[in-house]
């Protein structure tokens, strides 16, 4: 079953600009994650932030969170041409092993 | 670092094969998983197992079913396969405690059923 829904479905900016995507979710959750999927290949994990937290970085990334409006935002700064890929977003919640997924944003970067 | 593999990265096969995909981790993960991802569909979960020798239906197990029979190989079998699964298969695995269950991912197997 999906929860998260990714916004928006695709992105395409120039090399240098920012890149902010969202996802928002229906449940409670206790972590919120982001993979990056490159064409045709697996997922990677980019990062995760945690239920009681608000705000999380990562070199380029940062990722936000608002349980109160069951919300993410990813902001990737300065991208690359090698950020282009798909993004998504997936929940954790209490001690289930699965993790609830978004359909995902497509991003694509200019050179 | 972790590492996922499976078996195949593209595969073609006929209607009404038998056809098995395998995936390997080698982290000693409790929990391995099966997706497939269709375009506009996300990612669909098909099984899980937490175990050797256990599994639970994903959201779409129809047509499919698993093995594992070591902890750290996970097979997914296609009975008799038709077109309609034809799709990206993506294996997954985590560790049971901390790390609030991030999933590591193989390279994906593209399956073509003609």
């Known amino acids: 079953s999906q929860q998260g829904e990714e916004d928006p479905q695709a992105l395409s900016i120039q090399e240098g600009e920012n890149a902010t995507m969202n996802c928002s979710y229906k449940?409670?959750?206790?972590?919120l994650q982001w993979y990056r999927q490159n064409s045709g290949r697996g997922l990677v994990h980019l990062i995760l932030?945690?239920?009681n937290e608000r705000e999380k970085h990562s070199g380029r990334l940062r990722v936000t969170l608002d349980t109160s409006k069951k919300s993410s935002s990813l902001l990737i700064t300065a991208s690359r041409a090698a950020d282009t890929a798909s993004y998504f977003c997936?929940?954790?919640?209490?001690?289930?092993?699965?993790?609830?997924w978004g359909l995902g944003t497509s991003l694509a970067v200019n050179p | 670092d972790v590492k996922v593999t499976q078996s195949s990265r593209y595969l073609v096969k006929r209607t009404g094969e038998k056809v098995f995909l395998e995936c390997v981790q080698d982290m000693d993960h409790e929990n391995m998983f099966w997706y497939r991802q269709d375009p506009g569909l996300g990612l669909r979960l098909i099984y899980f197992s937490y175990d050797v020798k256990m599994k639970e239906k994903g959201d779409i197990p129809e047509g499919y079913s698993v093995s594992r029979e070591k902890k750290e190989r996970f097979s997914l079998i296609l009975e008799s396969a038709s077109t309609n699964q034809t799709s990206m298969y993506l294996c997954a695995s985590t560790q049971s405690r901390g790390a609030g269950y991030t999933q590591y991912f193989g390279p994906g197997t593209r399956l073509t059923v003609l």
């Open positions: 997936a929940t954790g919640a209490g001690n289930n092993r699965k993790l609830i």
């Open positions: 932030i945690r239920s």
């Open positions: 449940t409670s959750i206790n972590n």
